[in-house]
């Protein structure tokens, strides 16, 4: 099976445009999490999408959204982009969603915002 | 205060050596408790995944064990490897939250010839 792939993997971009990033989860799997990981906080959820619902989302400001296709796929949008926004942010997939399924991380994308 | 913290931030030996990464962890109540593996420039890679009514749980070289009275965990690595060179992430699942997953720090371990 195709493990789970992102695109792009590396983005550049500069202060107030927005980026949209792509998830494809493992196929069958139904669940997809997105997180962000930075130097300084370490790994942070941002939110999970389950049969194109979100089902959780974390602390993050209203500037991240996202959603989930009917073929599992998902986006992720920031807009206005900040410095802070810098980050690697990676998709991970699961066959249902929470409990002791293993989470499937793909490889990231890496963001610069200049 | 991050509700979890791991210790220590980074560790160096030699390869062939063991060595036992810690995990404190205030998350409660929880589903389950889970380390990974993340190689520089990828995405973590599960080792391990213990629910809160299990102690030990191993994967070839590695054995987690968990300690839901004192909230520990730790993560044992035996005769390391050059390829177990790597950040060890303790990651807390709390209880009914789906895959809203609470991260330590993690470890930086480097496995020196």
């Known amino acids: 099976k195709a493990g789970v792939t992102q695109t792009p993997r590396y983005l550049i971009k500069t202060r107030g445009q927005q980026v949209t990033l792509s998830c494809s989860p493992i196929?069958?799997?139904?669940?997809v999490s997105w997180y962000q990981q930075t130097p300084g906080q370490g790994l942070q959820f941002l939110f999970e999408?389950?049969?194109?619902?979100?089902?959780n989302k974390g602390n993050f400001p209203g500037r991240f959204s996202g959603r989930q296709f009917s073929n599992s796929r998902s986006e992720m949008n920031v807009s206005t982009l900040e410095l802070g926004d810098s980050a690697l942010y990676l998709c991970?997939?699961?066959?249902?969603?929470?409990?002791?399924?293993?989470?499937?991380f793909g490889p990231g994308t890496r963001l610069t915002v200049l | 205060k991050n509700q979890v913290e791991q210790s220590p931030q980074s560790l160096i030996i030699l390869e062939g050596k063991n060595c036992t990464l810690q995990?404190?962890?205030?998350?409660?109540?929880?589903?389950?408790l889970r380390w990974y593996k993340q190689d520089t420039g990828r995405g973590p890679v599960s080792l391990t995944i213990?629910?809160?009514?299990?102690n030990t749980k191993s994967n070839g070289r590695y054995t987690a064990t968990l300690d839901a009275d004192t909230k520990q965990s730790s993560l044992h690595i035996t005769a390391s490897q050059l390829s177990d060179s790597a950040s060890y992430i303790c990651?807390?699942?709390?209880?009914?939250?789906?895959?809203?997953?609470?991260f330590g720090g993690g470890t930086r371990l480097m496995v020196k010839p």
């Open positions: 991970a997939s699961s066959v249902p969603a929470g409990g002791t399924d293993t989470q499937y």
């Open positions: 196929s069958g799997h139904r669940s």
């Open positions: 999408y389950f049969s194109e619902t979100q089902r």
């Open positions: 995990c404190n962890y205030t998350v409660s109540p929880f589903s389950n």
């Open positions: 213990m629910t809160f009514s299990e």
């Open positions: 990651v807390v699942n709390p209880f009914n939250a789906g895959n809203m997953l609470t």
